[in-house]
Structure formats: C-alpha cells, structure tokens
C-alpha cells in the first residue's frame, strides 16, 4: 500500500478516536462546548433551537490532519533513504 493511502487511514482512524474522546470528556465533565448537542426551547414563542457545535470536530479534524502529514513524512523520508 502506498504512504499517501496509509496516511489518509492514520489520519481517518485518528479522526474517528480523537473526536470520540472528546465528546466523551465533554460528557464526562460537563464541558458544554465539547458535547454534540445543544438544544433550546422557547414555549413562549414556539422557537425550537437544535445547534450541534463543532468545536469537538474541528479540533479532531486539526489533530488529524497534523498526524497524517508527520506519518507521510516520516515514512516518506524511510522510503528514500532506503534507496526504494
């Protein structure tokens, strides 16, 4: 398998366990800008407001990001010293 397609599933993988940590520790500790939802209900005039914020997923998104491109780096500079 080429680097660039292992770094598109490191930085996947990552992104799936980074953002499942970080809701999990939103929820854990009642940290309202890392958990998935956000709802707000105004009977008086009827406003129903369902806002899911994406501060968790920016974040993951970032982390992953940085981790694939150190991983085809990295790799990429064993590859060429190697001579393959």
């Known amino acids: ?4 397609k292992k770094g598109f599933f490191v930085g996947f993988i990552s992104f799936i366990v ?3 940590a970080l809701v999990f520790i939103g929820h854990e500790f009642s940290i309202s800008w890392l958990t998935l ?4 209900q105004n009977n008086e005039s009827g406003i ?3 806002i899911e914020p994406l501060m968790p997923v920016m974040i993951a998104l970032l982390a992953s990001l940085i ?3 150190v991983y085809v780096r990295h790799n990429s500079k064993k590859v060429s010293n190697k001579g393959i």
């Open 67 to 69: 981790l694939e491109y």
């Open 1 to 4: 398998m080429k680097i660039k």
């Open 37 to 40: 939802a956000y709802n707000h």
């Open 48 to 50: 129903y407001v369902s």
């Open 18 to 20: 980074i953002i499942i």
